[in-house]
């Protein structure tokens, strides 16, 4: 089945240095959509970033990803951390439109100090 | 109104005993979906509704049962709690939509213990 692999369990980063994380996937759909979703504290799930489209930037407050079908990734990326952004950040996979079923990596909590 | 609420936000359960665990919608979604979140796991989707349709997957299907009185609401039913059904509850709802994929809304969760 679709797995997602989110490596880092934890990243910890001082205010204004720039945020990597990571993701990877493995599906044998051709065209899946890959998600970031972030949840702050005491907060619900929420979606940040879609894509569909092989090696097209997607943006959104200030966060970007790129879908690399190529390398099955789909990184997120931000140029400064701001302490706002410290929350528990989720990849997700969905083969298909429609029922958008989606399958989640465990997560990585990003922790932003100033 | 993008609020999806649950009820109970925390539930003690006793092992053997049954629990029903509750989601409602004011976004007039065609889809909801109950997911399972253990520490250091992937939040795990274990059934969905569309319409009036339940889609249980194939790893959970005996252990958990669901129900959709009206479009608004979901519950998610375990008929006799085990101590492996400790876990956050996730619901979400969104609309199907078969040309793009469109957000799912997901509510603050329900963090059930069995003793």
């Known amino acids: 089945g679709d797995s997602v692999t989110q490596t880092e369990g934890l990243v910890t980063l001082t205010e204004g240095l720039p945020v990597m994380l990571n993701c990877t996937y493995q599906?044998?759909?051709?065209?899946?959509?890959l998600f970031w979703y972030v949840q702050h504290l005491n907060e619900s799930p929420r979606l940040l970033l879609k894509s569909f489209t092989d090696n097209k930037r997607t943006e959104h407050q200030g966060f970007h990803a790129t879908l690399h079908k190529s390398s099955s990734s789909f990184h997120l990326q931000k140029s400064s951390a701001q302490l706002s952004d410290s929350a528990l950040y989720y990849c997700a996979l969905s083969e298909s439109s429609g029922y958008n079923k989606l399958t989640f990596g465990k997560g990585t909590v990003l922790l932003v100090s100033p | 109104d993008t609020t999806v609420k649950q009820n109970p936000r925390y539930k003690l359960a006793r092992v053997g005993k049954p629990v029903n665990l509750i989601c409602s919608q004011t976004m007039n979604h065609d889809t909801m979906y109950w997911y399972q979140k253990k520490p250091n796991q992937a939040p795990k989707l274990l059934l969905f509704?569309?319409?009036?349709?339940?889609?249980r997957e194939a790893d959970t299907f005996e252990k958990f049962q669901s129900s959709r009185p009206n479009n608004s609401f979901c519950s998610l039913y375990i008929g006799s709690a085990g101590l492996e059904y400790s876990a956050m509850y996730l619901c979400?709802?969104?609309?199907?939509?078969?040309?793009?994929?469109?957000?799912?809304?997901f509510g603050p969760g329900t963090r059930l213990t069995v003793l």
């Open positions: 599906t044998i759909y051709s065209n899946p959509f």
């Open positions: 979400a709802s969104s609309r199907a939509d078969w040309g793009d994929y469109a957000e799912q809304f």
């Open positions: 509704y569309y319409d009036k349709i339940l889609n």
